[in-house]
């Protein structure tokens, strides 16, 4: 992937330039923002925020209950058993593992998104930088068109001290 | 944050991981020892049969069932209260959370061993697995031993979990510090985390959905724990306070373990600047609030029994609080309420020092209550002519003194591993406003009530 990106010791300097390559024109889609550590007190944090992860978290629950029930319910009819004179499907006592795999289900579900919306597991989805391990925010454009190089440079140097660097 | 801040903020939390010591290889090799007796004694056991334990009729649970409740028990220290924290948002949570989720999943780890290790064929273990045998024959979902299966493994996922995934971004931060092999290892645990807003926050929904998830979880396992006990129709067991009784006691001797990991590791690996007394001193306030309310539960607990007057429930009461079992009681309840209420009720002494010698005395009257929940009442059953006695063989001993340098030698080895305080977590305590918020908790807690 070609890009050229800066790398901020400040979260202003941040800002500053990602607003400035708003106003070269640049797509939100086309900046690139990578920091070592979660940045929401800033405008450029805010991105990406919406997620159906809540409710993908209630569906899976929904499955693990529905999972409980029949596991619990149809082993006890296939094999009716009578223990201490409790009905052969006793929701009392089946309580317990239909709560347990309730919450399982909701569990596994936030982890399934996280992992799927989050991309992990897949290299190089962004432009990175190791200097940002050392606290420094990358503002980027990925695959820049070669007449804007210069102003980008501009932009970047403007916003604030940060080292400019390419991906040829 | 701060270049020169951050810089030393790395240095200081990475030196465990990328220097090893002598004192390193002899902690692993003396705990590892100890567990390798505990291995050792445990086969013994299987090859030799139960009968070699002094768990016997009428008391056929011993030290392995307390131990086993004893170490649920702990295990609510971290999940429970990181959850609480990150919950209300709490700003000096941060260098807490990670050690006290580890804590979690090494207890659970240990006590899920004891229904193994009380098992006389533990090779038949798998029955108490939901999976339909050669006959379609399921296990009883009606039975409270199946219900430890499924709360068990659930909290054990979830927990593990919970701890788990707050580690990616310190893995990518490992990856990009190292070289070579650990480059490698660290760059794969990372699962190519780089940084972007969107990874942040679905980490942050994905962390805030578990903590809401896992508060019923965790109370319901020590609730299930107890059902183990209420469940059944024998004398001090059957009331209906047990499941609040045992959650109440699991946070209380989780919070105290909590403590003395968290004195350990600031001594050992220097974490004073991380770990400052006011965590000590929040922790404590809140050991002392569950310490009035474990003396809450003990008191309703014992009047309802004493003022009821059933003679088959006075047996066990009596040698309980004024028969052979009594020195126990008492010292639990001295070291439970009496010692903790003064030490931390009083400003002066709620320092660090302070708020271990209380926990380390929690621990014990901890472990001791579990042990008057467990044999007393097996001691001293309805019938009198079915009345007995349990005292504990070597192969009880050694494995319990086993589990104790087992989760010594974890905790060792995850801090070598892994950095025992969350890095990206400290860097965001930093942020101006956390920084603000952080400064009225000292505040409040250098002029605080007492």
Redesign the interface.
């Known amino acids: 992937m070609k890009a050229i990106y800066a790398l901020y010791v400040r979260p202003d300097s941040a800002q500053r330039a990602v607003n400035a390559l708003r106003s070269s024109g640049f797509k939100e889609s086309d900046i690139a923002i990578v920091s070592s550590e979660p940045l929401e007190e800033y405008e450029f944090g805010q991105r990406d925020r919406e997620t159906w992860m809540p409710v993908i978290a209630v569906f899976g629950g929904a499955i693990g209950l529905t999972t409980a029930y029949l596991l619990t319910s149809l082993t006890q009819m296939s094999w009716p058993l009578n223990t201490g004179g409790m009905p052969i499907v006793s929701l009392y006592a089946n309580m317990v593992p239909l709560f347990e795999l309730t919450m399982l289900g909701a569990v596994l579900a936030t982890v399934a998104t996280l992992v799927v919306t989050a991309r992990l597991g897949r290299r190089g989805i962004e432009i990175y930088d190791k200097e940002v391990s050392d606290g420094k925010i990358l503002i980027g454009i990925r695959n820049p068109p070669d007449e804007a190089i210069g102003d980008l440079e501009q932009a970047f140097g403007k916003a604030g001290v940060g080292v400019v660097k390419k991906i040829p | ?1 701060n ?1 020169g801040t ?2 030393k903020l ?1 240095e200081d939390l990475l030196h465990p991981l990328l220097h090893t010591s002598a004192k390193f290889y002899l902690a692993v090799a003396f705990f590892g020892s100890i567990v390798l007796v505990g291995f050792a004694t445990w086969a013994y056991q299987v090859v030799n049969g139960i009968g070699v334990a002094g768990i016997n009729s009428p008391v056929f649970w011993g030290f392995y069932l307390v131990n086993f409740v004893f170490w649920i028990g702990i295990s609510h220290a971290g999940t429970l209260i990181s959850a609480i924290l990150r919950l209300c948002n709490a700003t000096w949570r941060q260098p807490v959370t990670r050690c006290a989720e580890a804590i979690t999943a090494f207890a659970l780890m240990i006590g899920g061993m004891f229904p193994l290790i009380h098992l006389g064929r533990v090779w038949l273990f798998f029955w108490l697995i ?1 999976y ?1 045998s050669e006959r ?3 296990p ?4 409270p031993l ?2 430890d299966f ?2 068990i493994s ?1 909290y054990l ?2 927990s593990l ?1 919970f701890l788990a ?1 707050p580690m ?2 310190d893995f ?2 490992i990856r ?2 190292t070289t070579g092999l650990r480059s490698k290892i660290y760059g794969m645990l990372s ?16 962390m805030h ?2 903590a809401i ?2 508060l ?2 965790a109370i ?1 396992v020590h609730t ?1 724990v107890s ?1 183990d006990f209420s469940m059944a129709v024998v004398p001090g067991w059957h009331s209906t306070i047990f499941g609040p009784y045992f959650v109440t006691g699991a946070i209380f001797s989780g919070i105290a373990a909590l403590i003395i990991a968290m004195a350990i590791i600031r001594r050992l690996l220097h974490l004073e600047e991380y770990l400052k007394p006011l965590h000590f001193q929040n922790l404590g306030k809140l050991m002392g609030t569950m310490s009035l309310l474990w003396m809450y539960f003990v008191f309703n607990e014992r009047l309802t029994v004493w003022y009821g007057n059933e003679s088959h429930e006075q047996g066990v009461f009596g040698a309980v609080q004024r028969g052979e079992y009594s020195p126990f009681f008492w010292t639990m309840v001295v070291l439970n309420f009496v010692i903790p209420i003064v030490i931390l009720g009083i400003r002066r002494l709620r320092t660090i020092t302070g708020t271990v010698v209380a926990s380390i005395g929690i621990v014990i009257g901890m472990w001791l209550e579990r042990f008057l929940i467990v044999v007393p009442s097996l001691s001293y059953k309805q019938l009198p002519y079915s009345w007995g006695t349990y005292t504990p063989e070597w192969p009880e001993l050694t494995i319990m003194a086993s589990t104790f340098a087992a989760i010594a030698l974890l905790f060792i080895l995850f801090a070598k591993f892994i950095p025992v305080i969350s890095i ?1 977590e400290v ?2 305590g930093t ?3 956390m920084k603000a918020a952080e400064t009225v908790a000292e505040g409040e807690a250098a002029g605080e009530l007492v």
């Open positions: 944050m270049p951050d810089k790395i939901p339909p379609a024959l399921w009883n979902f009606r039975s199946v219900w499924f709360a659930t996922l979830a979990l995934l990616i971004p990518a931060l990009d510090k699962m190519g985390w780089q940084g972007t807003p969107k990874q942040w926050h679905r980490l942050e929904n994905a959905i578990m998830a896992i019923p979880i319901s299930v059902f990206w860097r965001v942020h101006p406003e």
